[in-house]
């Protein structure tokens, strides 16, 4: 697991502090976090056998890394937040959602984590960036990362109020801002702070 910082833009207000577990592999290409890409599920079309894989690996790395990042911060308490996908929760099935459901079911199993995997729901597409602007099939609405599109597009439970929030997304992408726009969202719902992970992380 690596440390870095999500500096300050027109998204976020202040630095935060993130880490990452390993450096990403792009989709055509194979290594340690390939898993991740059964996640996106864009389809609903996974095999069974992959996805089962994604998750028990999925599970093997949040259990190492969760608890050394509550010990790195010194944090007697954090609640784990899940950034949600880019269209509304109501759109996906449950063989979509796996990402979010087995990091919930690690957090609740971790001494000084609690799980708010239900604290961000998306209700008003965005539209899905990792995916190219052709995609036969897939109706990809919604707008594109903009300033505030996390707090004009999902709903935030009053939960995160005074909370140490440790925030995870699957994949940290430079530049794409996601992630930092959610930060923010969550700093102005009332978090007492916001600490930012991913499994993976673009070069």
């Known amino acids: 697991m690596e440390r870095f910082t999500i500096t300050a833009n027109q998204y976020l207000n202040k630095d935060t502090v993130a880490f990452y577990h390993m450096e990403y592999v792009p989709v055509k290409s194979t290594g340690q976090l390939s898993f991740i890409n059964y996640f996106k599920n864009t389809y609903g079309t996974e095999t069974e056998s992959n996805l089962d894989f994604a998750t ?7 259990l190492r890394d969760l608890p050394e990042i509550l010990r ?3 944090f007697v308490m954090m609640t784990v937040c899940i950034v949600p996908r880019a269209k509304a929760d109501a759109n996906y099935r449950r063989n979509q959602l796996l990402f979010k459901t087995t990091t919930s079911i690690v957090a609740k199993s971790i001494p000084g984590i609690n799980d708010g995997g ?10 899905t960036t990792h995916l ?3 995609t036969p ?14 707090k004009a597009t999902c709903e935030i ?8 929030i ?3 997304d699957d ?5 794409r801002n996601i992630d930092e726009d959610a930060i923010q969202a969550l700093l102005d719902a009332g978090a007492t702070s916001v600490t930012f992970y991913a499994i993976g992380k673009t070069s």
């Not at 099939?137 to 996390?150: E, K, R, S």
């Not at 439970?157 to 140490?164: L, R």
Request: charged letters at 20%; aromatic letters at 8%.
């Open 72 to 74: 790195l911060l010194k």
């Open 137 to 150: 099939n897939y109706v990809n609405d919604g707008l594109l990362p903009y300033p505030g599109i996390t």
């Open 56 to 62: 028990k690996e999925l599970k093997i790395v949040l």
């Open 157 to 164: 439970s009053n939960s995160v109020v005074g909370k140490d």
């Open 166 to 168: 440790l925030l995870v």
């Open 171 to 175: 994949i940290y992408t430079n530049n």
């Open 118 to 127: 239900g604290y961000i729901t998306r209700h008003t597409n965005t539209k």
């Open 132 to 134: 190219p602007i052709r």
